[in-house]
Antibody, heavy 117, light 109 residues
Framework: EVQLVETGGGLIQPGGSLRLSCAASGFTVSSNYMSWVRQAPGKGLEWVSVIYSGGSTYYADSVKGRFTISRDNSKNTLYLQMNSLRAEDTAVYYC???????????WGQGTLVTVSS | SSELTQDPAVSVALGQTVRITCQGDSLRSYYASWYQQKPGQAPVLVIYGKNNRPSGIPDRFSGSSSGNTASLTITGAQAEDEADYYCNSRDSSGNHPWVFGGGTKLTVL
């Protein structure tokens, strides 16, 4: 079964750091485009970052310079390192596989990140 | 930057047909994908490509596109279809790889 499971969310103070993990099963992370998408409370979906199978990475302007996407091929796991966190980063963070360069499936169950003092 | 625009809310009577639309320049070059999200749950892909449904998605869901507008049609809406629906596509502006619409809340009356 193809599945993604995110972990690592929690309550963090502004300016702090957090690393999210997304463990994949049923497929190989390094052979696919893998992305992070977030959803602020009561808001819509916002694309955050992607790592291509070749290793190239891209970020939304809102997180560029603060967030880093990476993967561990031996653990078949995707990561999102989030630094200099702000209140506006508060959201549920989902990881998802990007298929054929265009659609996101499957999605993980999401992990909540709350940035607050 | 490129944007995808959706109506914030749409309603449909039980058993009737409803169309949810998504507008944006990117849709002139790329197909839209559609996602269903129920409260407290992760998004679920319902339509991708020209008009493809993942396994397990009922055939009452269909997709179409014309010019800069993509549409998700639910033929014979059911109570369980009440949810938020989001479109997404590649971003043709080149600013970012992908863009999502703001979402449409579907109410089944």
């Amino acid at each position: 079964e193809v599945q993604l499971v995110e972990t690592g969310g929690g309550l963090i103070q502004p300016g702090g750091s957090l690393r999210l993990s997304c463990a994949a099963s049923g497929f190989t992370v390094s052979s696919n485009y893998m992305s992070w998408v977030r959803q602020a409370p009561g808001k819509g979906l916002e694309w955050v970052s992607v790592i291509y199978s070749g290793g190239s990475t891209y970020y939304a302007d809102s997180v560029k310079g603060r967030f880093t996407i990476s993967r561990d091929n031996s653990k078949n796991t995707l990561y999102l390192q989030m630094n200099s966190l702000r209140a506006e980063d508060t959201a549920v963070y989902y990881c998802a596989r990007v298929n054929w360069d265009n659609w996101f499936d499957p999605w993980g169950q999401g992990t909540l990140v709350t940035v607050s003092s | 930057s490129s944007e995808l625009t959706q109506d914030p809310a749409v309603s449909v009577a039980l058993g009737q047909t409803v169309r949810i639309t998504c507008q944006g320049d990117s849709l002139r070059s790329y197909y839209a994908s559609w996602y269903q999200q129920k409260p407290g749950q992760a998004p679920v892909l319902v339509i991708y490509g020209k008009n493809n449904r993942p396994s397990g998605i009922p055939d009452r869901f269909s997709g179409s596109s014309s010019g800069n507008t993509a549409s998700l049609t639910i033929t014979g809406a059911q109570a369980e279809d009440e949810a938020d629906y989001y479109c997404n596509s590649r971003d043709s502006s080149g600013n970012h790889p992908w863009v999502f619409g703001g979402g449409t809340k579907l109410t089944v009356l």
